[in-house]
């Protein structure tokens, strides 16, 4: 039998998975979780078995903000990358640059100038 103090009370509608380790056997859940205990029954004994049971959480900040697993994106937003780099697209595909578009253009113009200004630096100076 296994137990857990909490898990009863922040969770509902449970699912169990079970796997049998090492040797060929079958594995049920014979009783459900009751008062904070599930059992597990084997065909054979001393069987090794890994488990895992999921529950729907029911606490209060779960309810009050639920998980959004898949978004759709704004419509000014598609087609732009939190991290372009990734996918193969330029930096201009980043997402601020569809939400904060002459921002991110007058950072893009500033950092051109900077890096011109370290490469003129950088030139030998020329003899007259």
């Known amino acids: 039998m296994v137990k857990s103090e909490w898990f009863e009370v922040l969770n509902t509608d449970f699912r169990y998975q079970l796997t049998v380790i090492g040797q060929f056997a079958q594995a049920i859940v014979a009783h459900e979780i009751e008062n904070n205990w599930f059992e597990i029954r ?4 001393n069987v090794k078995v890994s488990w895992q049971v999921t529950g729907v ?3 209060a900040y779960a309810k009050a903000n639920p998980l959004v697993v898949e978004q759709e994106k704004e419509a000014r937003l598609r087609g732009f990358y939190i991290h372009p ?3 193969g697209a330029p930096p201009e595909k980043q997402i601020e640059w569809a939400r904060h ?3 991110m253009k007058k950072m ?11 490469k003129a630096a950088a030139q030998p100076a020329t003899a007259q």
């Not at 084997?42 to 004994?45: F, M």
């Not at 893009?108 to 370290?118: F, V």
Request: net charge neutral; charged share 25%.
């Open 42 to 45: 084997t065909s054979a004994p």
């Open 108 to 118: 893009q113009e500033t950092r051109a100038r900077q890096q011109a200004t370290i």
């Open 57 to 59: 959480r029911q606490d």
């Open 85 to 87: 780099e990734l996918y």
């Open 101 to 103: 578009p002459q921002m």
